[in-house]
């Protein structure tokens, strides 16, 4: 079988009236159907290329044509009197359109900005070359017939057509970027008790609070506090003891 450019210039096309004899045999001949799918899978390999650059493998675009082929066959009226090649050349772009608009993004997008957002990738290279340089968000959405706060939303959109994997390395040591990514934070499970024992912390004499803080958060030994604050080692027991028994009483109230 000869390729799609083979089909455009018509060098592999099926006569219109045998495609329609073929249609006629679908009811009575099962193969009929695959018969003129096999003919026109040049027209769906040819428009599938058209569409080829725009991040999506090639092998892919030339199923989603294949299907609109398909649904080409078994929606179209031969007594409507359209050719089956100008049917189905629309349904199978048509197939393509819907693929990028609905299946190609990461991330669900409203159609308009999807839209927007192709329109606004078709414009820049022509007006870079224009300008000289690239184009500000009000030239852009000059050009667009929008607001510079829909071409902002725009781009925000076009990021989220393509999304790359958490394992795929990146950059020249080739880390990915879930090596990282922070792990969880054990602290984070005291936020709730110290949101509980700030107001009472608060509550306590100078003394009392440095010497929690010497030994809860600086991380010094009993000794060390002592001799900081110029006390005993064992008045610094008392007064951690006292303290934290006036802080377990005010969690249980």
Do not use: C
């Amino acid at each position: 079988m000869r390729g799609g450019e083979a089909f455009r210039r018509g060098d592999d096309r099926p006569d219109e009236a045998e495609v329609l004899v073929m249609f006629a045999a679908i009811g009575s001949d099962p193969e009929a159907r695959d018969e003129i799918a096999l003919r026109f899978q040049p027209l769906a390999e040819y428009l599938a290329r058209r569409f080829a650059g725009r991040g999506e493998p090639f092998d892919d675009l030339v199923q989603v044509a294949n299907i609109g082929l398909l649904n080409a066959i078994d929606r179209f009226d031969p007594e409507r009197g359209v050719q089956f090649s100008t049917y189905a050349a629309a349904t199978i772009v048509g197939e393509l359109k819907r693929h990028f608009r609905d299946k190609g993004w990461a991330i669900r997008v409203p159609r308009g900005l999807q839209e927007l957002g192709l329109r606004m990738n078709q414009l820049m290279p022509v007006l870079t070359q224009k300008l000289g340089r690239s184009p500000t968000i009000a030239e852009l959405a000059h050009e667009l017939g929008v607001t510079e706060e829909n071409v902002v939303e725009a781009m925000d959109a076009v990021q989220a057509y393509s999304a790359t994997s958490l394992d795929a390395p990146v950059g020249e040591e080739g880390f990915a970027p879930i090596d990282t990514l922070g792990e969880s934070d054990p602290s984070l499970e005291l936020l709730d008790d110290w949101a509980t024992l700030a107001p009472a912390v608060r509550d306590l004499p100078e003394r009392e609070r440095k010497v929690l803080y010497l030994r809860f958060f600086a991380g010094l030994t009993q000794s060390e506090i002592a001799a900081q604050i110029g006390v005993s080692q064992m008045h610094v027991s008392r007064i951690l003891s006292q303290t934290l028994e006036r802080l377990r009483e005010h969690v249980g109230a």
